[in-house]
């Protein structure tokens, strides 16, 4: 059976022009980040037998196809196309190569392109459908240019539903067929997007939840791989996340991440500054590599909803590492791609001492629902942010680490006795108004104690996973979702 996968795109924006199509005099590249054809991974991950690309032209043509990695760029063929439709299909066991894409050549004075898209004949193909979840707090410039975006691709795309989880509650509530405005306590990113889980699981109208930030740039035939990939997909993926990259919104043709996994003691990015201009490092993009503990952040993150009832739900952890633990909860492979990604603003940029607080108590927490992570590496974890921040002279994040400690050692079942926004609100001013002197002492006090207890603090912790996060009902106790329907 046939379907179309993706379209060809372009952009007016100079500076991400190399991921659309490349100009060189009269050439037009297509062999790029969104326009490229991904053949190892659609083989790989999906039951691809052929894929054909059509594309409707006016004028004369020389298109020249190549392959790229294993080994190098090879040319597979060129010819002339006339006005019209033009139609090429390439069995997918034929050609052993990464990528696949193609450059054009104008050779009349009226050629144009005028549309195109990648199409696939698959051995397997079950039609799902996505629910987008959007969580956002008081920023609505992007929320509102985002909703825009995706109600317009809704309208050809029935297959996609959104849905933007308010924290901030400044937005007017709304619900249409296939859209809904909620209104949420400000639970922060983790109770945003569980909310986000719950309604969808408890709709049962789609297959998939794709969590994604507010503050987002995204090329809409992003979502189009999305959903060609999850229709598609062998049995053995059913239960894996599919992640998206994150493109520097500074830089756009610079990756920032490209998922990433936990190495015990800190968070350890796959695919930082990959050029994805250069085919040579698109090819290097698609190499498939796993580590122990694996994940993929939330500002992209398209998630099986069985999966969901069966892993349960996140942490309340407010912000920071809430993505880290369900993807590494979720213990499958992750689905990523060249053409799957969205541009985000680094998020050095967004680092203030609460936030700071967040990391560093979440991290610790990590600790016991990571594989390999035992009292070594959570002591390590500790004495090296200490050791890093006077070096570095940041006296002001040793006092944050202290308060961490702290808060770190009375476990969920005592954090979640405060709701959210309350908590929040609390930390933030006992930041503000901390002694930085005593903050070293007690480090060390509060690390001692901690070694000696280890275990009993790690029981809690699992203990409170398994018996409040498999069903919603610990959720929908803490959000006081039925008192604000």
Same mark, same amino acid.
């Given at each position: 059976m046939e379907k179309?996968?993706?379209?060809?795109?372009?952009t007016k924006d100079p500076t991400k022009q190399d991921l659309y199509i490349k100009k060189s005099g009269e050439v037009q590249d297509f062999f790029t980040y969104f326009n490229s054809f991904s053949l190892k991974k659609w083989k790989y991950y999906t039951t691809l037998e052929q894929v054909t690309l059509r594309m409707e032209v006016r004028g004369k043509w020389k298109i020249t196809w190549q392959s790229a990695g294993e080994p190098g760029i090879q040319s597979l063929l060129e010819e002339t196309i006339s006005g019209g439709m033009y139609e090429h299909t390439m069995a997918a066991e034929s050609i052993s190569a990464v990528l696949v894409g193609f450059q054009l050549q104008p050779l009349s004075q009226d050629a144009a392109i005028v549309s195109g898209a990648w199409y696939g004949s698959f051995s397997q193909w079950e039609d799902k459908k996505i629910g987008i979840s959007i969580t956002t707090f008081k920023?609505?410039?992007?929320?509102?240019?985002?909703m825009a975006l995706l109600k317009q691709f809704q309208q050809d795309h029935p297959w996609l539903y959104l849905q933007v989880v308010d924290n901030g509650s400044t937005l007017p509530e709304e619900q249409t067929d296939r859209f809904r405005l909620l209104h949420n306590p400000?639970?922060?990113?983790?109770?945003?997007?569980?909310?986000?889980?719950?309604e969808y699981v408890n709709a049962g109208n789609v297959d998939y939840v794709l969590l994604m930030d507010d503050d987002i740039n995204i090329e809409t035939s992003t979502l189009e791989r999305t959903h060609s990939l999850i229709c598609s997909l062998k049995k053995e993926f059913a239960e894996s996340f599919l992640a998206g990259a994150m493109l520097q919104m500074e830089e756009p043709v610079i990756q920032h991440e490209n998922t990433a996994y936990w190495n015990k003691i800190v968070s350890k990015v796959r695919g930082q500054n990959v050029n994805l201009g250069l085919l040579d490092e698109l090819c290097e993009n698609e190499i498939v590599v796993h580590n122990d503990n694996d994940y993929a952040g939330w500002w992209f993150c398209c998630i099986p909803v069985e999966r969901i009832k069966n892993i349960g739900y996140p942490l309340p952890a407010f912000i920071k590492s809430d993505d880290m633990e369900y993807g590494i909860r979720n213990h499958r492979e992750l689905i990523r791609m060249n053409g799957i990604g969205?541009?985000? $603003?680094?998020? *050095? +940029?967004?680092?203030?001492?609460i936030i700071r607080f967040f990391s560093d108590r979440n991290s610790f927490i990590l600790n016991h629902y990571a594989h390999g992570c035992d009292r070594s590496t959570l002591f390590i974890a500790v004495v090296g942010r200490?050791?890093?921040?006077?070096m570095k002279g940041e006296f002001a994040y040793i006092s944050v680490?202290?308060?961490?400690? $702290?808060?770190? *050692? +009375?476990?969920?079942?005592?954090?979640?006795?405060q709701s959210a926004d309350l908590y929040f609100q609390t930390i933030k001013n006992r930041i503000s108004n901390h002694f930085q002197v005593s903050s070293l002492l007690n480090i060390f006090g509060l690390l001692v104690k901690i070694m000696i207890n280890y275990n009993h603090i790690s029981a809690e912790y699992v203990d409170f996973r398994k018996r409040e996060l498999r069903t919603e009902q610990f959720w929908d106790r803490y959000l006081n979702c039925e008192e604000r329907e």
């Open positions: 179309k996968l993706y379209s060809l795109k372009d920023r609505e410039s992007y929320v509102t240019k985002n400000n639970f922060g990113g983790s109770g945003g997007f569980t909310r986000g889980l719950i969205v541009w985000h $603003e680094a998020f *050095r +940029k967004k680092m203030t001492p200490l050791i890093k921040r006077i680490l202290s308060i961490a400690l $702290e808060e770190y *050692r +009375k476990g969920f079942y005592q954090i979640t006795q």
